[in-house]
């Protein structure tokens, strides 16, 4: 017991000696001038520490530091680069003795950084960096063996408070400002291997939107330091700005993340995540250990209107400056494809866009090395299916692409309605196109695609036009009839549409198009351009059955001549003709056929045949 009581005695006697010396013998304020001095030499910068720096020792050890600035390089605006209102750090100073670090308070208000980038280049860390030559020569068992020294048992923290802290990125060759705030930041009790509360609020102005956000969550530090812990993390977020769907975005995210400071690997448990009514769950993982980090993504998503997260078309018309260009005329900067390596799985409820409607996505897709590869996207459309593969090459100034497309079953004339507001066809439609291009200019997507690819529509119709009550009006008028019933559905049914197509500079040719309906055959070839939008068409149509209507006699004078028919016009407005100089002149033929039949009839009777 009386060695315990000496004990006791020495550590007091210790504790109160240091106390003593430390706030009646060592002022600290009597080193300003020389902490000045020294960052004045060692940097060319002025620092100020207008408020006295005061002592706390028992029961913890601490500093209060208060008034303090950092000048920017001369000739910098504004002259501060940094400014702290107050700083304290309190440490529980008994269990230092056997390496445990308690630390009561860390606390830091009023930080504000100023950094600005010049239009030569230089910025406010000019000077401040040391030599980074002698920091890469000094030996690792050097690091490794500090390292170890500076092991720790323990490490609590009472909490950690910062306030109104501000960091504003000053761009003077943009003439252009950011400005992030962290109103608060608060961490409760802190120890090793706990979960401990922690808290936030921050804010940020750019150049075209503000952003506000904050959360709270638990945080785990492991033992070693080696083993990063974050559950139940909840954050809010809004940003607001003119270039955001409808001026506002709002989202609410709720994660759970593990970090391995050792093997350099973050994971990311997206419990849930709502924004701009999207919902959507899954997880991210990262490696940075390489220069390029690894990002894999697998996200599972709701329903997506596209359309309405945007403002309508015709209001982007009303607001839009006038202007004669209809696109960019310089290539896209995709060299950030070269800087990440992602894959990215996603499924999909359904997505709307451009009014089109599809349901049960499945999406795989990588970036690398400059390389955006669509490897499968699948997904119904309209009763039928869709198949894509597609990719990207932007490792050059000027993009490539290629891809590989496939409808499977398609109920086409809804699609052509909600896509392209075109009723031209109906029917179960397969359409399959490959092709390859370059440039992702607008005006050039359309010039530059060479593609080739087949189509097959089955019971379906052709609108617009009713090509037997088209043929049969002509008849009639050429027989004298011009009162030719002509208000029929326009309407041409077929049990089945084929073709084949190839496209380039912007024109689709289609050299076999063949149509079978139930009274006719149609056969023709033709172009579409898809710049102008232009359509031009030659036709064959054969008569194989009766063209009467209904309650008339049976005419069957056309079967079997070949009637040409034209479409001209564009892709909203087609225009259906026929060639009645063809009608007349398959007319004339039969009638001659027939007089010749008489005449060889006559003749054979007269020699006795």
Request: without cysteine; hydrophobic residues 40%.
């Amino acid at each position: 017991m009386k060695v315990v009581k000496w004990l006791l005695a020495i550590m007091l006697t210790l504790v109160v000696g240091i106390t003593v010396y430390l706030t009646m013998f060592f002022d600290l304020n009597n080193f300003k001038p020389q902490i000045v001095d020294a960052v004045k030499k060692q940097t060319g910068r002025d620092l100020q520490i207008t408020e006295d720096l005061s002592w706390s020792v028992f029961p913890s050890l601490g500093i209060k530091l208060g008034g303090i600035s950092l000048s920017n390089p001369e000739n910098f605006a504004p002259a501060s680069m940094l400014n702290v209102n107050e700083a304290v750090a309190n440490v529980a100073l008994m269990p230092l003795f056997s390496q445990h670090i308690e630390v009561d308070l860390l606390k830091l208000d009023g930080l504000t950084l100023n950094l600005v980038t010049q239009k030569n280049g230089k910025t406010s860390f000019d000077g401040l960096i040391g030599d980074a030559n002698v920091a890469a020569q000094t030996p690792a068992t050097t690091q490794n063996s500090d390292a170890q020294a500076m092991a720790l048992q323990t490490l609590d923290i009472g909490g950690i408070e910062l306030t109104n802290t501000n960091i504003n990125l000053i761009d003077i060759a943009t003439n252009t400002t950011q400005t992030f705030s962290l109103k608060s930041f608060t961490l409760g009790q802190f120890s090793l291997g706990k979960f401990a509360d922690f808290a936030y609020e921050f804010s940020a102005t750019l150049p075209d939107m503000t952003v506000t956000s904050s959360g709270q969550g638990k945080l785990k530090i492991d033992q070693d330091l080696k083993l990063v812990t974050i559950n139940d993390f909840t954050m809010s977020h809004n940003a607001q700005g003119d270039s955001l769907p409808n001026k506002s975005v709002n989202a609410e995210i709720t994660t759970q993340m593990l970090m391995a400071l050792d093997a350099k690997t973050i994971e990311l448990q997206l419990t849930a995540l709502s924004a701009m009514d999207i919902a959507a769950t899954g997880d991210i993982k990262v490696n940075y250990a390489n220069s390029i980090p690894k990002i894999a993504m697998n996200l599972d998503v709701g329903d997506i209107d596209v359309d309405a997260l945007f403002p309508k078309q015709e209001e982007q018309a009303e607001n839009a400056p006038q202007d004669t260009e209809t696109g960019p005329s310089a290539e896209p900067d995709l060299s950030a494809l070269s800087t990440i390596d992602l894959s990215v799985n996603l499924t999909a409820k359904s997505i709307k866009v451009s009014n089109m409607l599809t349901q049960n996505w499945q999406l795989n897709m990588t970036a690398n090395k400059g390389l955006l590869t669509l490897s499968s996207l699948t997904a119904d459309l309209y009763e039928g299916k869709l198949a894509l593969s597609a990719k990207l090459d932007g490792r050059k100034a000027l993009p490539t692409y290629q891809f590989d497309k496939k409808l499977i079953g398609v109920n086409i004339r809804p699609l052509l309605m909600d896509a392209a507001e075109i009723d031209l066809l109906s029917g179960l439609a397969s359409f399959e196109v490959k092709g390859s291009g370059a440039s992702l200019i607008p005006d050039n997507l359309k010039k530059n695609l060479d593609a080739v690819g087949k189509f097959e529509v089955a019971d379906g119709s052709l609108y617009g036009v009713n090509i037997p009550q088209m043929i049969r009006s002509a008849q009639q008028k050429l027989k004298g009839d011009l009162s030719a019933d002509t208000k029929e559905e326009l309407k041409t049914d077929f049990t089945s549409l084929t073709g084949s197509f190839t496209m380039k500079d912007a024109v689709v040719t289609n050299p076999d198009l063949a149509m079978a309906a139930p009274l006719i055959r149609l056969k023709g070839k033709g172009t579409a351009n898809i710049a102008s939008e232009a359509l031009d068409y030659t036709l064959t149509t054969s008569v194989v059955g009766s063209l009467a209507g209904q309650g008339k006699a049976v005419d069957e004078s056309l079967k079997g001549v070949d009637i040409p028919l034209t479409i001209k016009g564009t892709f909203q407005e087609p225009k259906f003709g026929i060639d009645t100089k063809a009608l007349l002149e398959g007319q004339f033929k039969d009638e001659a056929d027939k007089a010749k039949e008489k005449l060889k009839d006559g003749l054979f009777k007269k020699l006795g045949i």
